[in-house]
């Protein structure tokens, strides 16, 4: 705080020599002082504000995050923050149900649900048609059910495959693609029994059911079953269900392809994007990542690059593919695939940027795990063995990036070091086999544990 008496505009947008006679928080450059700062009702209004906000989180996680989720629910980046922030803080996110769900992000059982208002293709009206026909008649039991009761005219085509693929549908029926076979019948069932009841007529099996003495909800439901369904097929694979999720909701919920990585993704990666900026400029860096978009671009010179937006568990980012490189790899940059990824960073006007020199899928990436017993690990003579045979196998130092993780067993532990990308070998197969000739039991382990 710095108290001033006078004033004086020295010809810059809000530069001021020192001067006003209030209390202000100043930055201070080259003898000026910025006047772009808040005044003592400013500062206390923002103080109370930012109090209030770290009580609600503190006392009301649940609550306070899903507030948070709705608020930015049309910033992607942001959601992805907000929900690694949840898992970090034990609260987890479900994805949308069809006989749960609101409007917006919402706390329930110690979960925070997915809104209806965050898929895309489900408008305000189709919510609204979902809520009314659930309030008004209970659960859906069946695709039927909800074709039946909802408005058709509100809810679509696309809109019912869109709750499909994001999985609204999964508590009644876990096979998405059987739903969605069923669906392109379902449908025009729906429609017929709704063109039926606006002219007046009954459907038959809706009057008889099994006999006049049938309640109506008994009724209804012997009209459900008669609705057609398709073939049974086998439900679409993980990696298909994930794809859609992502495109309908923004990011992964039920799942993350990189979730299955999270024990052994440490060992290769010791920091995540989010923690990118914090990284001094030409740091060597390895990450594991979701390719969501591959930009190409075309040089002064005519030669081509891209611009990858990728993404860990914790943030979306961009990287940087040169000519050189991209000539090289351009074949593995593909969407929606799984890449570990070699690279550097790079900070061009006050930005962060990742430089990627390699990348290789995660299902062909090979470990060599190599054992050391404690009293290996600390023989300076076998450590120094070791690191002549790791140096001999790393000598193309653009080829050999295939890691290296000591595993140092006693009676009671077991921890798995990596060693430094100086000893990143080129031939996992053959290192191997050289480490054994040496008496050091090693072996390769693929990074998806196949």
């Known amino acids: 705080m710095i108290k001033i008496a006078t004033r004086k505009y020295l010809g810059k947008q809000n530069v001021y020599d020192i001067g006003v006679e209030r209390d202000h928080n100043f930055v201070i450059k080259n003898g000026l002082i910025a006047a772009n700062c808040f005044n003592k009702s400013h500062s206390t209004a923002y103080g109370y504000v930012t109090y209030q906000t770290a009580y609600l989180k503190a006392n009301y996680p649940l609550e306070y995050m899903a507030a948070l989720l709705t608020a930015n629910s049309g910033d992607t980046e942001k959601v992805q923050r907000y929900i690694t922030n949840c898992t970090n803080m034990g609260i987890s996110i479900d994805p949308p149900d069809i006989n749960r769900s609101g409007v917006d992000f919402t706390p329930t059982a110690g979960k925070i649900l997915f809104g209806f208002s965050a898929v895309r293709n489900v408008g305000q009206n189709a919510i609204a048609s979902i809520l009314e026909a659930r309030n008004e008649t209970g659960e859906f039991k069946s695709l039927a059910d909800f074709c039946d009761r909802v408005d058709l005219r509100a809810v679509n085509r696309r809109t019912l495959e869109s709750l499909i693929y994001c999985g ?32 007046g007529q009954g459907n038959l099996f809706d ?5 006049f003495s049938l309640t109506q909800n008994k009724r209804a439901n012997n009209a459900f079953e008669t609705a ?8 679409l ?11 309908l909701l923004g990011f992964y919920v039920s799942d993350h ?8 993704a440490p060992l290769l990666t010791p920091i995540n994007l989010s923690q990118l900026g914090e990284q001094r400029e030409d740091t060597r860096l390895c990450a ?3 390719l969501n978009n591959v930009k190409k671009v075309v040089t002064k010179k005519g030669d081509q690059m891209a611009i990858l937006q990728i993404e860990d568990l914790t943030i979306q ?32 006007d006050e930005q962060t940027q990742f430089i990627l020199e390699d990348a290789e899928p995660v299902e062909t990436v090979q470990m060599v ?13 076998d450590l120094h063995r070791l690191k002549t045979i790791l140096q001999d196998h790393s000598v193309d130092k653009e080829k050999a990036k295939m890691p290296v993780i000591g595993i140092i067993q006693t009676e009671t532990s077991r921890k798995l070091v990596r060693l430094g990308w100086q000893f990143c070998v080129q031939d996992s197969r053959i290192t191997v086999q050289a480490l054994q000739n040496a008496s050091f039991p090693a072996h390769i382990k693929s990074l998806t544990g196949s």
């Open 168 to 199: 609204a549908f999964d508590k009644i029926e876990p096979n998405r693609q059987q739903l969605i076979n069923d669906s392109e019948l379902v449908y025009d069932w729906a429609q017929s029994r709704a063109k039926d009841r606006a002219t």
């Open 207 to 211: 009057l008889l059911g099994d006999g």
């Open 228 to 235: 057609p369904k398709s073939k049974p097929v086998t439900d």
């Open 237 to 247: 694979p993980p990696q298909k269900k994930l794809q859609m999720e992502k495109e």
């Open 257 to 264: 392809p990189l979730k299955s990585l999270r024990q052994i």
């Open 288 to 290: 594991v990542v979701m």
């Open 317 to 348: 980012s961009e990287a940087v593919v040169f000519p050189k490189t991209y000539e090289r790899i351009s074949s593995l940059l593909q969407v929606d695939t799984r890449l570990i990824i070699w690279g550097k960073v790079d900070r061009r």
């Open 369 to 381: 795990m190599v054992e050391l017993n404690p009293q290996q690990a600390g023989n300076m003579e």
